[in-house]
């Protein structure tokens, strides 16, 4: 069964800084990897997802994630950091056609 | 685009009553919708897959007699807590999946649901 683990519950940064958030996965057979944010009291919002092709994926807002199979990773980055960067953070691993399982999050707050 | 909504964005309702929440997909056909259950400061837990016209898949130790899904076309699906309680109280948040592109599900904006 496929399961992804965030290793960090919570990360300070300061603004300006650059921010590296871990994932890690299991799962069987090539995954589908997704990196979702969340604000307080809101829904996600899709930062990026890789499916095939360039391991280093660019996503919306100036993050990126590279996929490294080696290493069962999809490490989410970002150069500089914003204060409105700050919320929780979740990576997802899923299949085609079938649902996603979702890790526990990071939360990011940034500092001035 | 991708844009599913969800209805309501909060209630609060007494204890043994049942609330309904609704999840619209408004610029695409959602053939598979899923339901998501979110603790303060946990990550989501997925409750159920619907596709339209079928009942919905339930994950284990969910009640399915207690939450009620019903997807009964590709733009509406809706939650029904029934005889709701206190630790029924929780972030709820839907998401949606074309047919067109089943590699990403397009997530709504949650309902807080407080049972007193």
């Known amino acids: 069964a496929q399961s992804v683990t965030q290793p960090d519950i919570h990360i300070t940064v300061s603004e300006g800084a650059s921010l590296e958030l871990r994932c890690n996965y299991s799962?069987?057979?090539?995954?589908?990897l997704f990196w979702y944010v969340q604000s307080p009291g809101q829904g996600l919002q899709l930062l990026l997802k890789y499916f095939s092709g360039d391991t280093l994926v660019q996503g919306i807002k100036g993050f990126e994630a590279e996929f490294k199979r080696s290493q069962s990773s999809f490490n989410l980055r970002k150069p500089s950091v914003h204060w409105s960067d700050a919320a929780e953070y979740f990576c997802?691993?899923?299949?085609?056609?079938?649902?996603?399982?979702f890790g526990a999050g990071t939360r990011l707050t940034v500092k001035p | 685009g991708a844009v599913v909504s969800q209805h309501p964005s909060w209630v609060i309702c007494k204890s043994g009553t049942s609330v309904k929440i609704e999840c619209r997909s408004l610029?695409?056909?959602?053939?598979?919708m899923f339901w998501y259950r979110q603790f303060p400061k946990q990550s989501l837990m997925l409750m159920a897959t619907s596709n339209e016209g079928s009942k919905a898949t339930y994950e284990q130790g969910v009640e399915k007699d207690k939450f009620l899904i019903n997807h009964a076309s590709l733009t509406l699906s809706t939650l029904t807590v029934t005889s709701a309680h206190p630790e029924d109280s929780s972030f709820y948040i839907c998401?949606?999946?074309?047919?067109?592109?089943?590699?990403?599900?397009?997530f709504g904006p949650g309902t807080r649901l407080t049972v007193l």
């Open positions: 610029d695409f056909q959602a053939t598979t």
């Open positions: 997802a691993v899923g299949a085609k056609n079938n649902d996603m399982r």
């Open positions: 998401s949606a999946r074309s047919a067109g592109n089943t590699d990403t599900q397009y």
């Open positions: 799962y069987g057979a090539t995954p589908y």
